[in-house]
């Protein structure tokens, strides 16, 4: 088949990048001929020993409008119809990933050529509103931020859900990573969908026994993730504070690219002044994958507090034996299980979040269990796998 796969932007290392480029691979391995399309693509920063010599057409530089504000979807929507004419008309099926990304081939299918479309949902397009109407709610026990009025948060909801409904509902099949988020789009957009797990190269990891720190001394705990407001790193710096009032010895490194949101990566720095930790974190930035492996050599436990629906950073630091503490939000909570192969924590509980890293900290035989069984777990998932699942629906469509 000739694939074209769509991805909002790949100027930067994410899980999202992740994905399609090694799924780009692994179906250019088995004879395909695969076509990526994105707003932005930036060689150096997103994954070049993936990309090789996959052809990327991007839109160009004078066409990309700025899309931050809160009419930004208006621009992006303009940008997702000029990429649209940019795709070759010969494609057998596209594969957008993740959000906005279908909406270019809406306009494809609309004004080109009505091919088939498989859209691989990572989250929901309102996916921070759908979670605050769910039962994770803002614990004002643990946080004093302001809240929208309930209606108010419903209406946002409603009235941008049925504006992206238009355009996801065009799609021929979706895929999603697991069942809450299948659950979650047939509520919210009444369409069914297809549970592909998500794969991982585990042999690119090397598995390093970790052993937990010893009382007194310092615990190096690590988290990354481009910076966004719902990777919930503040929830990270409320549980350091409160392990530090306990006589803990905690220090944070953050792998990701914060210039994404500079008014978030503000209000952290904000955050972890006012709690008086700021000489105890570290925001790396942008990083080549060697850095972050390292990185998972060295620490002692890998956080992942955000809400959100893909968890492959939490997979490669257990197969690398890093203990991983998460919030039961993405896909790590259908094939994870707690306090065998990973600790889990409450979404937005930095309480709960503190308990976990004290919980491995003080007990060493389920430290170590935890760093062994988390690498056995992951060798389950791979690109291949999932390279599987969406050529069998794809093959479908067709």
């Given at each position: 088949?000739?694939?074209?796969?769509?991805?909002?932007?790949?100027?930067?290392?994410?899980?999202?990048?992740?994905?399609?480029?090694?799924?780009?691979?692994?179906?250019?391995?088995?004879?395909?001929?695969?076509?990526?399309?994105?707003?932005?693509?930036?060689?150096?920063?997103?994954?070049?020993?993936?990309?090789?010599?996959?052809?990327?057409?991007?839109?160009?530089?004078?066409?990309?409008?700025?899309?931050?504000?809160?009419?930004?979807?208006?621009?992006?929507?303009?940008?997702?119809?000029?990429?649209?004419?940019?795709?070759?008309?010969?494609?057998?099926?596209?594969?957008?990933?993740?959000?906005?990304?279908?909406?270019?081939?809406?306009?494809?299918?609309?004004?080109?050529?009505?091919?088939?479309?498989?859209?691989?949902?990572?989250?929901?397009?309102?996916?921070?509103?759908?979670l605050e109407l769910l039962k994770y709610t803002e614990n004002q026990k643990f946080h004093n931020i302001p809240k929208k009025p309930y209606f108010i948060k419903?209406?946002?909801?409603?009235?941008?859900?049925?504006?992206?409904?238009?355009?996801i509902r065009k799609q021929n099949a979706i895929t999603v990573f697991d069942k809450f988020h299948q659950k979650l789009l047939k509520r919210y957009s009444s369409?069914?969908?297809?549970?592909?797990?998500?794969?991982?190269?585990?042999?690119?990891?090397?598995?390093?026994?970790?052993?937990?720190?010893?009382?007194?001394?310092?615990?190096?705990?690590?988290?990354?993730?481009?910076?966004?407001?719902?990777?919930?790193?503040?929830?990270?710096?409320?549980?350091?504070?409160?392990?530090?009032?306990?006589?803990?010895?905690?220090?944070?490194?953050?792998?990701?690219?914060?210039?994404?949101?500079?008014?978030?990566?503000?209000?952290?720095?904000?955050?972890?002044?006012?709690?008086?930790?700021?000489?105890?974190?570290?925001?790396?930035?942008?990083?080549?994958?060697?850095?972050?492996?390292?990185?998972?050599?060295?620490?002692?436990?890998?956080?992942?507090?955000?809400?959100?629906?893909?968890?492959?950073?939490?997979?490669?630091?257990?197969?690398?034996?890093?203990p991983c503490v998460v919030t039961p939000l993405c896909e790590t909570y259908e094939t994870l299980t707690d306090k065998k192969d990973v600790m889990f924590a409450?979404?937005?509980?930095?309480?709960?979040?503190?308990?976990?890293?004290?919980?491995?900290?003080?007990?060493?035989?389920?430290?170590?269990?935890?760093?062994?069984?988390?690498?056995?777990?992951?060798?389950?998932?791979?690109?291949?796998?999932?390279?599987?699942?969406?050529?069998?629906?794809?093959?479908?469509?067709?």
């Amino acid at each position: 088949m000739k694939i074209g796969i769509i991805v909002r932007r790949l100027n930067t290392k994410g899980g999202v990048q992740r994905q399609a480029l090694s799924l780009a691979n692994e179906l250019r391995q088995r004879g395909h001929k695969i076509l990526i399309y994105t707003f932005n693509y930036s060689p150096e920063n997103c994954f070049p020993e993936l990309v090789g010599n996959v052809p990327i057409i991007e839109l160009p530089k004078e066409k990309n409008l700025t899309t931050g504000e809160f009419f930004g979807f208006l621009n992006e929507n303009k940008m997702a119809k000029e990429l649209a004419f940019l795709i070759d008309r010969n494609l057998d099926i596209l594969h957008p990933h993740d959000n906005v990304a279908y909406k270019v081939a809406y306009y494809f299918k609309k004004y080109i050529k009505n091919i088939p479309s498989v859209w691989q949902m990572n989250e929901f397009p309102t996916m921070r509103w759908p979670l605050e109407l769910l039962k994770y709610t803002e614990n004002q026990k643990f946080h004093n931020i302001p809240k929208k009025p309930y209606f108010i948060k419903k209406a946002v909801v409603l009235i941008k859900t049925y504006y992206e409904n238009f355009f996801i509902r065009k799609q021929n099949a979706i895929t999603v990573f697991d069942k809450f988020h299948q659950k979650l789009l047939k509520r919210y957009s009444s369409c069914e969908s297809y549970v592909v797990p998500s794969g991982i190269d585990v042999n690119h990891f090397n598995f390093l026994k970790h052993k937990p720190p010893k009382k007194g001394e310092k615990i190096i705990l690590l988290s990354s993730g481009i910076f966004l407001p719902y990777r919930r790193y503040e929830d990270i710096f409320s549980a350091m504070e409160k392990l530090v009032n306990n006589g803990f010895n905690p220090y944070l490194t953050i792998f990701g690219d914060y210039e994404t949101n500079k008014k978030y990566f503000r209000t952290l720095n904000e955050l972890a002044n006012s709690l008086k930790i700021t000489d105890r974190i570290k925001f790396f930035g942008r990083y080549p994958d060697k850095t972050l492996e390292e990185a998972f050599a060295k620490s002692h436990i890998f956080i992942y507090p955000h809400l959100q629906s893909q968890g492959l950073a939490v997979y490669e630091a257990m197969a690398c034996g890093l203990p991983c503490v998460v919030t039961p939000l993405c896909e790590t909570y259908e094939t994870l299980t707690d306090k065998k192969d990973v600790m889990f924590a409450e979404p937005k509980n930095p309480n709960s979040l503190a308990q976990a890293i004290r919980n491995l900290c003080e007990n060493p035989k389920l430290y170590c269990q935890i760093s062994e069984q988390g690498r056995k777990t992951v060798e389950k998932f791979s690109w291949k796998k999932y390279a599987d699942g969406i050529l069998e629906i794809m093959e479908k469509m067709n």
